[in-house]
């Protein structure tokens, strides 16, 4: 069992930026497996938008590439994901995730393509208004 625990959340402006943070109860565990990013917009299914391998590799969803950013600080064993130049359209919880299988495609995982449930944070909000 890992848990995830996600901040950073909260209200901008769009062209705004703001910096999600997400810590796991194992802080080994990104050197191991995939973690990333989901969102889920109010009346919408949720997205996968960002994934980082425990090499550093990363892969964005078309609607963040870009403006968006995946990073690990090893030292402090924290996940990030930079948000810059927020849109309307990217209000939504944000949800830190971790893949339970090693050497996932970054892609597919994304697109909740593997059988096994990933852990999730309990979620941050994002309102991106003017």
């Known amino acids: 069992q890992v848990d995830l625990v996600e901040s950073g959340g909260g209200s901008v402006q769009p062209g705004g930026s703001l910096r999600l943070s997400c810590t796991a109860s194992d802080d080994t565990y990104s050197s191991q497996y995939t973690m990333g990013w989901f969102r889920q917009a109010p009346g919408k299914k949720r997205e996968g938008i960002a994934a980082?391998?425990?090499?550093?590799?990363?892969f964005y969803a078309q609607s963040v590439k870009g403006r968006f950013t995946i990073s690990r600080d090893n030292i402090k064993k924290i996940l990030y994901l930079q948000l810059d130049n927020l849109k309307l359209e990217d209000t939504a919880v944000y949800y830190c995730?971790?893949?339970?299988?090693?050497?996932?495609?970054?892609?597919?995982?994304?697109?909740?393509?593997?059988?096994?449930?990933?852990?999730w944070g309990q979620g941050t909000q994002v309102i991106v208004s003017s």
């Open positions: 995730a971790a893949a339970r299988r090693r050497g996932v495609s970054k892609r597919l995982w994304l697109e909740g393509q593997y059988s096994e449930p990933n852990y």
């Open positions: 980082l391998d425990p090499d550093t590799s990363w």
